[in-house]
């Protein structure tokens, strides 16, 4: 009932191998494939608990063209129907997604309605990108130049992952008609996000597989995240100096804290927990707050670590305003210009100030 290769269940020899030109119903489990089986729906297959790996994907698409995806329609079961989407995609298959009643998988839906139920919903399934598309304009994201840029960052890695040339002109043309974005700007992001990849993978590559595992060949545990010397200045000085802690929150939220763990700190600390909720970040808690404190006034450090955290958040703004300019028509080019200077215009008095003459990280 099933392959042993790759554990997908429902390639069943008994019943025959799926036929090139009929479509697969890939479901989350085999409870759900062999509910549907069992009702006469044909051509069901399900990973036995994993997520759809490439090699499961090669295999399938070995049968079939085209595959629908019948996953849980709530949170995690759209995670992965767009993440097993995508792999297909990668192996050349026409992907197809079915939208279930909230709160219903094949398994209960089939219980309730029979097999009808389930193939009048097939009947109706849409294109995968056709999905997305319904889902952010559902969350309102194409309505701002924020929310287009975040749509299609949600968009662009189905483009990528799909390898029939028709397939992704089609979605590329979909996306710039839906967004309002040039075709050609879509197909230059592409591009560049695919020679970054590359590029990615090109600097894994002298180290082999063998770098990425210990002397025994086992994992080797996942490195600590790079540190950011003035965040890492300015937590031990808020765990050592409570009574700065409220100045520091009207300064900076905690979301400017780009390393995760002296975030997870940053927001206890501003909330009044007694320590963060991961383990990793309370270790670095403790760690940092038994240090000693450099002998300097605490209110110059703070102003020194608050005021260099602000520029790089007001560089970062002006980057993204950078980015959005190409997403923006004519009116809304004028609004990002206008909020460049204004920005420019907000961080200059404070230039003219000792503690703020550099946006370098100040050395302590």
Request: hydrophobic share 40%; proline share 6%; aromatic share 4%.
């Amino acid at each position: 009932m099933f392959h042993k290769g790759t554990l997908l269940y429902g390639l069943d020899r008994a019943r025959g191998p799926i036929r090139t030109a009929e479509t697969a119903i890939l479901v989350e489990g085999y409870v759900d494939a062999i509910r549907l089986q069992v009702a006469g729906v044909a051509n069901v297959v399900a990973p036995l608990g994993t997520a759809l790996t490439p090699e499961q994907a090669r295999l399938l698409r070995r049968y079939t063209k085209h595959v629908a995806l019948a996953y849980d329609a709530d949170a995690p079961g759209l995670k992965s129907t767009f993440r097993a989407g995508d792999e297909l995609l990668r192996q050349g298959a026409s992907v197809s997604v079915v939208t279930l009643p909230p709160g219903e998988d094949p398994d209960t839906l089939v219980k309730q309605g029979g097999a009808d139920a389930f193939q009048a919903l097939l009947a109706e399934a849409v294109d995968i990108f056709e999905r997305k598309i319904q889902l952010v304009e559902r969350k309102g994201l194409l309505r701002t130049l924020e929310g287009r840029r975040e749509a299609l960052d949600r968009l662009l890695p189905t483009i990528r992952a799909a390898q029939d040339p028709i397939t992704r002109e089609l979605y590329i043309a979909r996306a710039a008609e839906r967004s309002g974005v040039a075709k050609e700007v879509l197909e230059q992001e592409v591009g560049r996000l695919e020679a970054q990849t590359r590029g990615h993978a090109d600097g894994r590559a002298p180290g082999g597989a063998a770098a990425a595992r210990g002397e025994g060949g086992d994992a080797a545990p996942a490195p600590r995240p790079a540190d950011v010397p003035i965040e890492r200045t300015l937590v031990p000085l808020l765990l050592a100096e409570r009574g700065l802690v409220a100045r520091a929150r009207e300064a900076v939220a905690s979301r400017d804290f780009r390393h995760p763990y002296y975030r997870d700190i940053a927001e206890a600390l501003y909330s009044g927990a007694a320590g963060p909720s991961s383990s990793e970040a309370l270790a670095v808690w403790t760690e940092l707050a038994a240090q000693p404190l450099v002998e300097q006034n605490p209110d110059d450090v703070l102003v020194a670590c608050v005021s260099w955290m602000q520029d790089r958040r007001t560089q970062e703004r002006r980057a993204e305003i950078d980015r959005l300019m190409d997403l923006a028509p004519a009116d809304e080019k004028d609004k990002l210009v206008q909020e460049k200077r204004d920005l420019s215009a907000a961080s200059e008095p404070r230039y003219g100030r000792k503690a703020f003459k550099s946006q370098r990280e100040p050395k302590f």
